[in-house]
């Protein structure tokens, strides 16, 4: 019996296998941010130890700096700058890269890393961020890790793990328009669970994938953390390859074509058998909102905030409080529902493809009277693609913020963030209690449901705006 | 090295919700400095302070009743620790007191961080969890669930009750192991595996 690429892989990264399901895994690249890599390096100098492998190692500012144009080391969260100077200081210590605030390669780690062509498929990668798994549409064995996990890679360039189980989840048909990635994903995790993929990790598969971008793919594997997957990943193809060439960390001349011809042969054998297996049909997909506080709280834009009947005692409870929280009933409908802010960003729904989608509504529109929107790039690479096709203008005429590039309002650390209570549409991947403010109240969705949001001013279905 | 996990009795906190995520074990706000200190505070800030009113306890949560002072282990729902990775929530539960965390599923990213700082992330069957946190909310104070690592079980509304640790965790428990020292008795065979590695990816150094 063939093996499925996951096990591939990893049999590629052991070390040392034990009999207690765990394996000691070499680990071939480590992305860290200032948030919690700062801790990481700063643990590692007290205790006099060092990187192993400085030259794998890189560093992105991302989480905590400013998104305003000009922004400096000064930060709008309370001592955000101790981190960025620490961060800085260590990195530059322990010799390895680091994409620092205003180097035109700065952004979100999970869209720089492969925007730099630093995670290739094949490759083990870890990050102390959850969205690490964002890398493994690159067909890649990526996933996120603690800080202690992320110091004992530092110094063994290893780490000890237990040995996931594997999934498949085949996305069969074809998408209608106005329906994403980010749709697939919060379906799937709405229909299964956000605990669906506990210790698995999930090879996404199907005609719906195989026709996504890279930029769609990402999307994908973002949310397989809020599935509880280990990660998520996808076999390379012609795209992934093609997507790779000519990136500044890929491979050049003779290198390249030897890695090409091994990168095609990482995929799953036919006969392969998985731990589990789910099928999702595209074809009747709908564009996804959440009415609550989990990614699972996810239903059809056309839906209403469903009842709690016959779900089991703590599921209904959490149910009831997210309702409380999130000023909904079961029963209201999500389609319509006042609006008063909308966000477009984060490691989800920041790339290129994702502006070019939401310009795409916005393209000779106004948001809503009274909203505040705000688009903020991944990576300030995405944003200098995205001025040299005129995106800019069409965001900033439409009345959003064009941001440099960073976390931002994702997640509220002290810093900027949306008001007391407010009802925000985005496009990142956790509508947590207060995750983008003190009590605000965040709907989930796509970028082009988010454009479409803003011009309406409530919670709109994206078909409405897009030309037939 | 860190603190030692072998038989622990204690005080148990009942949270019985799920999906509890890393972003309401310790809200961003509350990380403040680049250090795993200090962070006992902010543990469940949004929900254990009442809103907008500076750190005004808020008598409706679990931490701030009568009879789970020095609650040292917590109750709750499937999918415990999900969401962020931020290993601050283990620092923050730590300082805090707790060293356990019973739930019938954890966010493979915290329980792994967990056992990195010596807390002991304790799965049972959601009855099961239910039936304890009953008894324990009977009467809190009195009612002390007892945990048993080596013999992995627990002790509580007269039962006993067997659980499942993967045996590595276990022993870095028991024994308060550091695992990068652990893994540096490994090095020749990772130090062989890098050279290996170089030659047969060459593209990637
Ligand atoms: S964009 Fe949001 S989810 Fe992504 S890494 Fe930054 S804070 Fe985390």
């Not at chain 2, 729902?77 to 931020?86: A, I, K, L, M």
Request: charged content about 20%; aromatic content about 8%.
């Amino acid at each position: 019996m063939g093996l499925t690429l996951f096990e591939k892989l990893w049999s590629e990264h052991v070390v040392e296998a034990y009999d207690d399901g765990t394996d000691l895994v070499y680990i071939d690249r480590i992305f860290l941010h200032e948030r919690t890599g700062s801790i990481a390096l700063a643990s590692l100098e007290a205790q006099g130890r060092t990187v192993f492998c400085p030259e794998q190692v890189f560093c992105s500012m991302d989480h905590i700096v400013d998104t305003y144009p000009d922004r400096t080391d000064e930060t709008t969260m309370p001592s955000g700058k101790e981190f960025i100077l620490a961060t800085r200081r260590h990195s530059h210590a322990a010799g390895i890269t680091l994409f620092d605030l205003n180097d035109p390669r700065q952004g979100i780690v999970h869209v720089v890393s492969p925007e730099q062509g630093i995670v290739q498929p094949g490759v083990s990668l870890v990050c102390p961020d959850s969205h690490t798994c964002t890398q493994g549409a690159m067909g890649a064995l990526a996933w996120g890790i603690g800080s202690s996990e992320a110091e004992h890679a530092l110094v063994t360039k290893t780490l000890r793990v237990l040995r996931p189980k594997t999934m498949r989840v085949r996305f069969d048909g074809r998408l209608a328009p106005g329906v994403t990635a980010k749709d697939m994903i919060l379906h799937l995790i709405s229909t299964h669970g956000a605990n669906g993929a506990r210790g698995c990790a999930v090879e996404f598969t199907g005609q719906a994938v195989a026709e996504l971008d890279m930029e769609g793919r990402m999307t994908l594997c973002n949310m397989a953390v809020e599935f509880s997957a280990f990660t998520g990943l996808i076999a390379p193809d012609e795209k992934t390859i093609a997507f790779l060439r000519g990136r500044p960390y890929a491979p050049a001349g003779a290198l390249w074509q030897q890695a090409a011809d091994y990168w095609r042969t990482l995929r799953s054998s036919p006969d392969a058998r998985y731990d589990r297996e789910l099928v999702i049909d595209c074809a009747s997909l709908e564009p996804q909102v959440t009415w609550g506080t989990s990614p699972q709280h996810a239903v059809g834009i056309s839906a209403c905030v469903p009842a709690a009947d016959g779900l089991d005692a703590a599921t209904a409870e959490s149910q009831r409080q997210a309702c409380a929280y999130i000023g909904l009933a079961p029963g209201q409908a999500l389609a319509g529902l006042p609006i008063d802010a909308a966000f477009i960003g984060s490691c989800t729904n920041s790339r290129i493809s994702d502006l070019r989608q939401a310009a795409a509504v916005l393209r000779g529109r106004q948001v809503a009277k009274g909203l505040r929107a705000i688009c903020v790039p991944g990576s300030m690479q995405v944003k200098a693609q995205a001025e040299a096709e005129g995106l800019d203008q069409i965001f900033t005429a439409a009345g959003f913020e064009w941001r440099a590039s960073g976390c931002s309002m994702c997640f509220f650390a002290g810093g900027e963030h949306f008001g007391y209570r407010e009802r925000v549409i985005s496009t990142t991947n956790r509508n947590f209690e207060s995750r983008q403010g003190p009590e605000t109240r965040t709907h989930l969705a796509s970028p082009v449901t988010v454009a479409a949001s803003a011009v309406r001013g409530c919670i709109t279905d994206p078909r409405e705006l897009l030309q037939p | 090295m860190m603190d030692k996990f072998t038989r622990h009795e204690g005080v148990a906190a009942v949270l019985l919700r799920s999906n509890v995520d890393t972003d309401a074990i310790i809200p961003s706000r509350e990380m403040k400095r680049v250090s795993k200190e200090g962070l006992g505070e902010g543990l469940f800030a949004g929900w254990r302070y009442l809103a907008g009113a500076g750190r005004q306890k808020n008598p409706g949560f679990v931490l701030n009743q009568d009879g789970y002072q020095g609650a040292s282990i917590l109750l709750s729902g499937p999918n415990f620790g999900c969401g962020s990775s931020r290993e601050h929530a283990v620092w923050a539960l730590k300082e805090f007191g707790f060293r356990a965390v019973i739930a019938p599923g954890f966010g493979a990213i915290f329980a792994s961080n967990c056992v990195r700082n010596g807390i002991l992330p304790l799965v049972l069957a959601a009855g099961q969890v239910a039936k304890i946190a009953e008894w324990v909310a009977a009467d809190p104070a009195r009612n002390r669930v007892v945990i048993d690592l080596p013999a992995q079980q627990v002790e509580a509304a007269g039962q006993v009750y067997s659980f499942d640790i993967e045996p590595g965790a276990r022993q870095m428990l028991v024994e308060g192991l550091d695992s990068v020292a652990l893994t540096q008795t490994r090095w020749d065979l990772i130090q062989a595996f890098h050279e290996r590695r170089r030659l047969s990816r060459p593209w990637l150094y």
